[in-house]
């Protein structure tokens, strides 16, 4: 089966603290893409990161970063020193090599950044 | 560089009603193009995909249907809208090997 799990539906913070956003992914295939993306209140989701099955670097970005491990079939996201516009939904994406590009979506976990 | 359009933004429709949603993207060419469903508190399902023009597969039976008349637009239309048809409708692209999908601004209906 392929499926992605998000078990946290809601995550509240206080702003500065860093947060580690939790992602499973289930997969038969050996090549696959994964993908995190934001949907902030506006609606329209917004991609943040996409790692292949064959890099399993982590990667930063200012104060994103992403722990991609095989082994756990774990994709996790880590927003070091919130702040309050992190706030959205982040949704976490499979797409098996031979999908015709579709994504296979997480139910999403809610961030909530209080100042 | 590229944008993805889609209208209404928002709608309300009583139910039986027909429905057609437009989406159409400009910047680029023979994009592979997606319709995408949120309900009201959830994840996003796969609704059509279509690789090119009158080129249409589905993921979900469901009284939604798709058409691309035209490389860059993309329409989802029913004959009679159901109550469980209320929620965010996301269109969404992308190009040759790039993998990611760009997200429109989505559509939020209404079934009443």
């Known amino acids: 089966a392929q499926k992605v799990t998000q078990a946290q539906t809601e995550i509240s913070v206080v702003e500065k603290e860093d947060v580690t956003l939790d992602c499973v992914y289930e997969t038969r295939d050996t090549t696959y893409y994964l993908f995190w993306y934001k949907q902030p209140p506006s609606g329209e989701l917004v991609f943040l990161i996409r790692?292949?099955?064959?890099?399993?670097q982590n990667e930063i970005s200012g104060r994103y970063s992403w722990n991609f491990q095989k082994s756990t079939s774990s994709f996790n996201f880590t927003i070091t020193a919130s702040q309050v516009v992190d706030s959205a939904v982040y949704f976490c994406?499979?797409?098996?090599?031979?999908?015709?590009?579709?994504?296979?979506f997480g139910s999403g976990t809610r961030l909530l950044v209080r100042p | 560089s590229q944008t993805i359009h889609q209208w209404p933004a928002t709608l309300v429709q009583p139910v039986g009603s027909p429905l057609s949603l437009e989406c159409t993207v400009e910047?680029?060419?023979?994009?592979?193009l997606y319709w995408y469903r949120q309900a009201a508190g959830r994840g996003l399902q796969l609704l059509f995909y279509s690789v090119g023009i009158g080129q249409i597969s589905s993921e979900v039976p469901q009284n939604l249907s798709a058409s691309r008349p035209q490389d860059r637009q993309f329409i989802l239309s029913s004959k009679k809208l159901l109550l469980s048809d209320s929620g965010f409708y996301l269109c969404?692209?992308?190009?040759?090997?790039?993998?990611?999908?760009?997200f429109g601004p989505g559509t939020r209906l209404t079934v009443t």
């Open positions: 994406a499979l797409s098996p090599w031979d999908s015709s590009y579709k994504l296979i």
């Open positions: 910047g680029t060419s023979n994009p592979n």
């Open positions: 969404a692209w992308h190009a040759g090997n790039s993998y990611e999908q760009y």
């Open positions: 790692r292949n099955s064959f890099d399993e």
